[in-house]
């Protein structure tokens, strides 16, 4: 493949992935709960190393190089595996992307689950001061910290964003109630208030 097209394969996966990477994938994770991008992603990292191989050696494969001896072979082909596991995160960050942004394409049911706020709480010389529910607030946004009753988790939580007036009807209690759309792929997504 010529230099120029491989400049423009470049310059074009990387425009894509950064912008994924840094606006369109977290506009895309205030819709999912933390832990269902979490399992997606571990589901999706075949496709992504896959993905990644793919595209270094779109970019840094040359032929001439390649058919050296073996000295050169192995030294191209570690090139291209160092290429790969630079830019693994871009590209499962864009495959992520996708992926959500595709299984919200339709929706199949919706589901209704209880939601469980976590606290966070204060202590000075080993006695309680405080404890509070963990809501983090930024930009007129509340992301409200907990866990799905029944869901196992690994030590993470997940977050539902929500507007003022929605934060002010849960302010007060420990759990509530979501609903959840049910996407393409099965992935819930966009959990609201249920009525």
Not at 41 to 62: A, D, E, G, R
Not at 140 to 156: A, C, F, L, P, W
Request: aromatic share 10%.
């Amino acid at each position: 493949m010529k230099k120029r097209n491989r400049i423009i394969i470049g310059l074009i996966f990387l425009v894509t992935s950064l912008s994924s990477a840094f606006y369109f994938l977290p506009k895309e994770s205030e819709l999912y709960l933390t832990t269902d991008i979490s399992d997606l992603q571990k589901t999706l990292l075949p496709i992504s190393i896959i993905l990644s191989i793919i595209i270094s050696s779109i970019l840094v494969f040359k032929k001439s190089e390649f058919n050296g001896g073996n000295s050169s072979r192995i030294t191209h082909i570690g090139y291209i595996g160092i290429m790969s596991y630079l830019i693994y995160s871009l590209s499962s960050s864009l495959l992520t992307t996708v992926a959500l942004k595709t299984n919200r394409v339709s929706k199949t049911e919706t589901t209704d689950k209880n939601f469980v706020m976590s606290t966070m709480t204060f202590r000075s010389n080993g006695e309680l001061i405080s404890s509070e529910p963990w809501v983090i607030k930024s930009d007129g946004k509340y992301e409200v910290r907990g866990r799905i009753t029944g869901k196992s988790y690994d030590d993470n939580v997940d977050g539902i964003f929500m507007d003022k007036s929605d934060y002010v009807k849960i302010e007060q209690k420990k759990e509530f109630g979501i609903t959840l759309l049910n996407g393409l792929f099965g992935i819930p997504y966009e959990p609201t208030l249920k009525k």
